[in-house]
């Protein structure tokens, strides 16, 4: 079955740019979409944006002048990269699977829902 | 404060039935379609209901949901132990052009 897993440093100084990559194993990265969402400590799920693997990208507004999504398809993997970081980006990353979901079933090509995730990285901002 | 309103918390005795709201807007759930995500302890969240009220593979039929204009539930009957987790709620929002969240409900067995 299709695996997620995140891998990144879980330690980056204030200013600097967190850089997270997610490789996707059991599975094709194509004609899917592929989501990063974080989750503050003790706080809820945020969205922060999708890549296709076309390369065609779309972002929270909150985040979206400082993050950029990129896929690269050779490797099945995708990446995160969030510019100029504070302690409030400190949070567990996620990656997961988007899906289009009709009343009866989901599958590829739609971002309705996330139907699998990886296991979360945990990333600190502090000098 | 996330666009999607869920209650911080509620709680239930085993065997019992709990209801989690989740109230969204014209743009959130009042257009599209609510999903729900169950996060146990410690771990990733993990995929519950879609589409307002259908299972994926695996999910009991003790968990159902269900949307009415702009709010949605989720149900859970015959409550067990193993169901203490977070529970949030999620929609496609048309205005801010983003996937949205509920903040989240901690569901306590008692």
């Known amino acids: 079955q299709v695996q997620l897993r995140e891998s990144g440093p879980g330690l980056v100084k204030p200013s600097e740019t967190l850089s997270l990559t997610c490789t996707v194993s059991?599975?094709?990265?194509?004609?899917?979409?592929w989501s990063w969402i974080r989750q503050p400590p003790g706080k809820g799920l945020e969205w922060i944006g999708y890549v296709y693997d076309s390369g065609s990208t779309n972002y929270n507004p909150s985040l979206k002048s400082r993050v950029s999504i990129s896929v690269d398809t050779s490797k099945n993997q995708f990446s995160l990269r969030l510019r100029s970081v504070t302690a409030a980006d400190t949070a567990v990353y996620y990656c997961?699977?988007?899906?289009?979901?009709?009343?009866?079933?989901?599958?590829?090509?739609?971002?309705?829902?996330?139907?699998?995730w990886g296991q979360g990285t945990m990333v600190t901002v502090s000098s | 404060q996330s666009v999607l309103t869920q209650p911080p918390s509620t709680s239930g005795t085993p065997g019992q039935r709990v209801t989690i709201s989740c109230s969204g807007g014209s743009s959130s759930i009042g257009r599209n379609t609510v999903h729900w995500y169950q996060q146990l302890p410690g771990t990733a969240p993990k995929f519950l209901i879609y589409s307002n009220n259908q299972r994926p593979s695996g999910v009991p039929d003790r968990f159902s949901g269900s949307k009415s204009g702009t709010s949605a539930s989720l149900a859970i009957s015959g409550l067990q132990a193993e169901d203490e987790a977070d529970y949030y709620c999620?929609?496609?929002?048309?205005?801010?052009?983003?996937?949205?969240f509920g903040g989240g409900t901690k569901l306590t067995v008692l």
């Open positions: 059991g599975g094709s990265i194509s004609n899917y979409f």
């Open positions: 997961a699977r988007a899906v289009y979901c009709s009343n009866t079933a989901c599958s590829a090509g739609g971002i309705d829902a996330f139907d699998i």
């Open positions: 999620a929609t496609w929002d048309d205005s801010l052009n983003a996937v949205v």
